[in-house]
């Protein structure tokens, strides 16, 4: 497997959608932002944020929570397994076959990506679980760990007759490790 260049993408903004009373106790600097590990989540377990996007943080948070809110952070990538980059899909190929090899042989089902919407797989369990065998090789393969995942979500409706283009496609990134996180901040008027 080829080497993936570490901090191949400058710093980032990002937002955090979530419910007020964690932004606050974020902001305030009682708690951190708590990793998501559900086995639906697309870039794998990881402190999820928006990249260059508060209004389709608070978006996500107006859907999911009683009182929504925004938390930016600045952040560097440190080593991201970039999913935008060309040749990194070869590593997810790799890791797909060790999650279907595992499966078979514990005689489980493999993982499946689940609740299309418009096309697209809203819950990515298998998607999930080949990234975290990614992870899970690099670590048995002594290669350094990937502080972050980076990918493109397409999600929603097309944007007119004939587009390719979807009306809620984001760029999310996955936080795994946390010293990631420069620093959070206020988001005027969503929090």
Known sequence: MPRRPHNSLGPLVL???????????VLLGKEPLKPSEN?????G?????????PDRALDWAKARRKTPSVVGAFAYPGHCLNLTDYGVMNELALAYEATKKISEAAGTPLPENSSVQNGIFMKRQLDCAVIEMVHEIRKEERMDAYDTVYGVFEEGNFVYPGAAF??????????????????????EGMT
């Open 15 to 25: 937002y955090h959608g979530c419910d007020k009373e964690v932004a606050e106790s």
């Open 45 to 53: 377990h990881g402190i999820y944020f928006w990249v260059d996007s």
């Open 39 to 43: 086995d639906y989540d697309w870039l």
């Open 166 to 187: 979807k009306d809620k496609t984001h760029v999310q990134i996955a936080i795994r490790s946390p010293a990631m996180i420069l620093g959070y901040f206020r988001v």
